[in-house]
């Protein structure tokens, strides 16, 4: 912004736009830039109606993430240029979102109205709770993204996710490439956690003797995004090959068998945010974690992880 904003006054003119745009290779007439700024204006008066005919940073960094993402998904049209034979079908998103009465689970398409409205649009806010819920009722639900990247990671998909959630660049690298070994880093607000899961795999050898000890690796990297809210959590589970590794004498291969394995473990989290509210009589107490859960915003969930 501070590029762009010429003048030093903490706003950007629509001359400053038009620049902007062209710097950052978005390449359009004057017409063009003219609409968007007028749009912008629009937006900015409907949040302040005194605003002049300028645009703030916040503004200004909402409109290059939709044009970033739109020209994600115009990936022929704009300076990025993708081949669609890169694309892997077997990649996908779980979007959950939920407070302490409600949880509501989708999973997003990548193409199509479904995911036009995943990547452009906000996450909708739960009707007002007649259950006695006393927490803040200014806070939005938090949303954990999960993406299956065991067959492999879309990087399309990923680029469009990066965008949305405003990932750093350092961080977008380390998924591409995938062989970071476990850290903690932050970057501005957001904290960015990469872990190995090791899981035992129990494999029936038909054997009277105990079948010898097979361990099947992959990695999560985990994204704690929103402070100071604290609402996102967003979760990359990817397959990690063990030929480099001292893992490989006990690797057991990457196999569906496996790596379902390590699946288990989003698939029992996701089952306890569905559960919710415990409440009182018969196995009550075995409910109360899961509701913890919802209580809590997404650091907490990037506890239980």
């Known amino acids: 912004f501070d590029r762009f904003d010429t003048d030093g006054d903490g706003h950007i003119t629509r001359s400053e736009l038009r620049a902007a745009l ?59 240029k993708w081949d669609e034979r890169e694309a892997v079908s077997s990649c996908s998103i779980t979007a959950v979102d939920y407070d302490a009465e409600h949880c509501r689970v989708s999973e997003p398409l990548t193409e199509g109205e479904d995911g036009v409205n995943f990547f452009f649009g906000c996450r909708k806010p739960f009707p007002a709770t007649t259950r006695g819920f006393t927490g803040p009722v200014d806070q939005p639900p938090v949303r954990w993204v999960h993406v299956n990247a065991m067959k492999g990671l879309d990087r399309l998909t990923f680029l469009r996710l990066a965008v949305k959630y405003g990932v750093h660049p350092l961080a977008v690298d380390d998924v591409l490439d995938s062989r970071t070994s476990t850290k903690v880093d932050r970057y501005g607000n957001d904290y960015v956690v990469c872990l190995d899961i090791l899981c035992v795999v129990n494999r029936d050898t038909g054997s ?57 473990l989003w698939k029992g989290m996701l089952s306890d945010l569905k559960r919710g509210r415990g409440g009182t009589g018969v196995g009550a107490e075995r409910r109360m974690p899961p509701m913890r859960m919802r209580e809590e915003r997404a650091d907490f969930l990037l506890y239980e992880v």
């Open 22 to 80: 062209e710097f950052l290779g978005f390449r359009m007439n004057q017409d063009c830039g003219d609409q968007i700024f007028n749009h912008l204006a629009l937006r900015a008066k409907a949040d302040d109606a005194a605003a002049e005919e300028v645009l703030t940073p916040k503004v200004f960094q909402f409109m290059l993430k939709r044009m970033r993402l739109a020209e994600l998904f115009t990936p022929t049209a704009g300076v990025f």
């Open 208 to 264: 009277a003797e105990p079948p010898r000890v097979r361990i099947h690796r992959s990695h999560v990297t985990i994204f704690l995004i929103g402070p100071p809210k604290r609402d996102t959590l967003m979760t990359i589970h990817q397959e990690r090959g063990d030929k480099s590794s001292w893992l490989q004498m006990w690797a057991c291969g990457s196999d569906e068998e496996s790596s379902a394995e390590s699946g288990d």
